[in-house]
Every structure is written in structure tokens, then in C-alpha cells.
Nanobody, 114 residues
């Protein structure tokens, strides 16, 4: 079973940027569509963005034009570039296949606060 490790979270100021990484234990991004998800306190986990094996992308309306999902098959790593962050982006972010299946990783905490 592939292992996914999320990293790159932290504290950012409103309007700031962060880049999340999802490192896979083996090559999967050319096999599966992958997604970034997030779960804010007291809320359901939601899809943020996904990328297909062909490189097509789709975003939740709340992050469109601010976030960019990408993948590097050579590095077995997927990224989420997050710009113009706001308080509503505060959540634990996870990567998983799209649609999600299997176990979830530990996620990476993103906190947007001044």
C-alpha cells in the first residue's frame, strides 16, 4: 500500500503563501488522480483540488484562482501552492487519491492568522 506524507504547513499571515507537499512512497501520480483535502475544526473534510493523470485540474470555488495543484512524477511528489491565504483556509490538509480511498495520512496543519 502506498504511503503518503504531507508536509509544508505552518502559520501564515492573511494574504500570505504556503506550499504543501505530498510525498508518495512509490510512483502513483501517473496511475491515479490525486487530490488535496482539508478539514477545518468542527467541519467535514472537503475536497480542495484534484489533478488527473493527464494533468487536468479542478478546484473548489473557495480556492479557485488562489491555489494551484501540481505533481512531479519524477519526484513522486504532489504540491499545493496556496496564495492569498485567509482565515477560512485554516485547516488540516491531507492528500489522497481522488476519489479518496484507503487510509488518510497525518495531514499538515495550516493556520492563517495575524
Amino acid at each position: 500500500q502506498v504511503q503518503l506524507v504531507d508536509s509544508g504547513g505552518g502559520l501564515a499571515q492573511p494574504g500570505g503563501s504556503l506550499r504543501l507537499s505530498c510525498a508518495a512512497s512509490r510512483s502513483i501520480f501517473s496511475i491515479y488522480a490525486m487530490g488535496w483535502y482539508r478539514q477545518a475544526p468542527g467541519k467535514q473534510r472537503e475536497l480542495v483540488a484534484f489533478i488527473t493523470t493527464g494533468g487536468s485540474t479542478k478546484y473548489a470555488d473557495s480556492v479557485k484562482d488562489r491555489f494551484t495543484i501540481s505533481s512531479d512524477n519524477d519526484k513522486n511528489t504532489m504540491y499545493l501552492q496556496m496564495n492569498s491565504l485567509n482565515a477560512e483556509d485554516t485547516a488540516v490538509y491531507y492528500c489522497n487519491k481522488y476519489p479518496p480511498r484507503g487510509s488518510w495520512g497525518q495531514g499538515t496543519q495550516v493556520t492563517v492568522s495575524s
